[in-house]
């Protein structure tokens, strides 16, 4: 099993991003998909779920209105698009799966990709 995502650099505040996690090894349209986001020293938080259909998605509230997150079933990939990029949105930004429904917690998730460091800065 494998997650590999990719997007992430050294980015301008107020600008946009995306990021790709690319799903091997599982049955990626048997499961649930999320992004999480961690800064160093703290916990690893919740940015945004998808269910395995794309039919609903879920957003923390100091991302909602700016990120969106997507998935292409046939491409076994998982996106995400944020735009108004701010400092507080440094991190290091994990995918993971989850088999069945989503949640907002890190500890029901099966699998994790190796994360993508998003830098915000001037």
């Known amino acids: 099993v494998q997650l590999q995502a990719s997007g992430g650099g050294l980015m301008q505040p107020g600008g946009s991003l995306r990021l790709s996690c690319v799903a091997r090894g599982f049955d990626f349209s048997d499961y649930g998909m999320a992004w999480f986001r961690q800064v160093p020293g703290n916990e690893r938080v919740f940015v945004s779920a998808?269910?395995?259909?794309?039919?609903?998605?879920y957003y923390a509230e100091n991302v909602k209105g700016r990120c969106t997150i997507s998935r292409d079933n046939s491409k076994a990939t998982v996106y995400l698009q944020m735009s108004g990029l701010e400092p507080d949105d440094t991190a290091v930004y994990y995918c993971?799966?989850?088999?069945?429904?989503?949640?907002?917690?890190?500890?029901?998730?099966?699998?994790w990709g190796q994360g993508t460091l998003v830098t915000v800065s001037s």
């Open positions: 998808i269910t395995w259909s794309g039919g609903s998605t």
């Open positions: 993971a799966a989850q088999k069945g429904f989503v949640t907002r917690d890190r500890v029901d998730y099966q699998y």
